[in-house]
């Protein structure tokens, strides 16, 4: 066997034989190219006979053999055991890996980077899937609805809560974006100077940054000839601010090596963000049910395992990202007062109906539909329309389906608006309350 040395610049064969200690002759032998032994060979590939125990050393080559230690990930997303969190102490310690938390874990790592701070992020539930569902080609729209449904998948929480009987959470790392629509409008201007405590100005820099890290854009229906036509009959019928629905999925394609494999956006991106740009710890199947405090600062988190083993992870920081309902659980069942806490939950009014469009005023190729009548002062609701077929969707898995041509096509139509004020300006009504916290701590 042999290895192959590439000669310095000042090196002749005569400096190589001197410094593994073997003769002249055997590295002539071996490199019969090279006539003169006192020649400068700067660059050369030298063959080196094996075995020969000072050569690494003596020439300073790397060790390729095949017994160096590697580290094996049994994931697509590295995480560590909670109890080894419970070992530090984190100057930041997130909860919930949904787009609150996977958010503020993507800036902080964007702003500290590898700076030493030390970063850490719990998830309740486990790994569930890579990404959105709509960028993973068996879950075409047939058997999506199948699978999210699932109460294994989603959590029928409105079973337990009378007020919110269709309320359904997502116990898994990504949260509930691994299934959202992706449709991001932005809230009413005004609605927001009435009942929210910032104002429009300030959410503007926030909106912007948000929508670029999503890639929220109307570019999803671009060119849809039936986009377009609904779109102008709507216009000269009534509803002039009529636009197209702003997705946030990434429309750019793969070019130059760069693959854009995940168009609809989750807080798997996020995190893969922060993976990249900073340090930090993620422990799944901890659920935190209790936020310590020192006085009036926060100390950690007390998290327990699927087995009910409790461990306390500290921190100087607490964010808690868990989600509408987990959010405010944690708050009260740790005697955190605030009266923020439950004031901006409020019902909302869905309403879905079909209708059958006539195709015969259509040209062959359509495209998507995907239209939004947003709200207004005088209308405190807002409408969706998507289609054909009832989906503004379909993915590599429907492209094998056989789609014969249609006399008409079914068009959905989505309702969505606010029911009433806030429930109670003091928070969370007490028999919600009350029941809610039995049900979850036990």
Not at 421 to 438: A, D, V
Request: charged share 20%; glycine share 10%.
């Amino acid at each position: 066997m042999l290895r192959i040395y590439v000669a310095d610049r000042r090196d002749t064969l005569q400096d190589i034989a001197a410094k593994i200690r073997i003769p002249v002759a055997r590295l002539l032998e071996l490199n019969p190219e090279l006539i003169d032994p006192g020649i400068v060979i700067g660059g050369h590939c030298v063959r080196i006979p094996l075995p020969a125990a000072d050569v690494s050393a003596a020439l300073d080559l790397p060790d390729c053999s095949s017994s160096k230690p590697v580290s094996y990930m049994d994931n697509w997303i590295p995480h560590i055991p909670v109890e080894k969190m419970a070992e530090k102490e984190y100057d930041v310690l997130i909860v919930g890996t949904g787009a609150g938390g996977g958010a503020v874990l993507w800036r902080l790592c964007e702003q500290w980077g590898f700076s030493g701070k030390r970063v850490g992020i719990v998830e309740a539930g486990g790994l569930m899937l890579p990404n959105h569902y709509w960028n993973i080609p068996t879950l075409g729209s047939a058997i999506s609805g199948d699978y999210f449904l699932n109460p294994k998948i989603s959590h029928p929480i409105g079973q337990m809560l009378p007020d919110l009987p269709a309320a359904r959470e997502v116990i898994a790392l990504g949260g509930k974006t691994l299934f959202w629509g992706t449709i991001s409008p932005r809230v009413l201007p005004s609605l927001m100077k009435k009942e929210w405590p910032v104002t429009p100005e300030e959410m503007e820099p926030y909106y912007n940054l948000a929508e670029e890290v999503m890639s929220v854009s109307k570019g999803y229906t671009e060119g849809s000839t039936i986009q377009q036509i609904l779109l102008e009959r709507l216009r000269f019928k009534g509803f002039p601010n009529v636009t197209g629905l702003p997705f946030a999925v990434d429309l750019q394609p793969t070019r130059f090596g760069e693959i854009h494999s995940s168009p609809a956006f989750s807080s798997i991106l996020f995190l893969a963000k922060a993976m990249n740009l900073g340090a930090f710890d993620l422990a799944i199947h901890a659920r935190a049910v209790q936020v310590l405090t020192d006085g009036a600062k926060a100390a950690g988190v007390k998290v327990m395992t699927p087995g009910g083993k409790p461990f306390v992870i500290r921190a100087k920081t607490v964010v808690l990202s868990a989600n509408v309902y987990q959010t405010p659980r944690l708050l009260l069942n740790s005697g955190i007062p605030g009266h923020a806490i439950g004031h901006y939950l409020s019902h909302q009014s869905f309403l879905s109906t079909n209708i059958r469009l006539d195709t015969s005023a259509f040209p062959e190729i359509s495209g998507v539909l995907g239209i939004l009548i947003p709200q207004s002062e005088d209308r405190p609701y807002q409408i969706q329309i998507h289609g054909p077929g009832g989906e503004v969707w379909y993915n590599w898995y429907q492209q094998f389906q056989f789609k014969p041509s249609q006399t008409e096509w079914k068009i959905s139509l989505l309702g969505f608006g606010q029911i009433g004020k806030p429930l109670r300006e003091s928070g969370i009504p007490r028999p919600f309350r009350q029941r809610y916290l039995w049900r979850t701590n036990h």
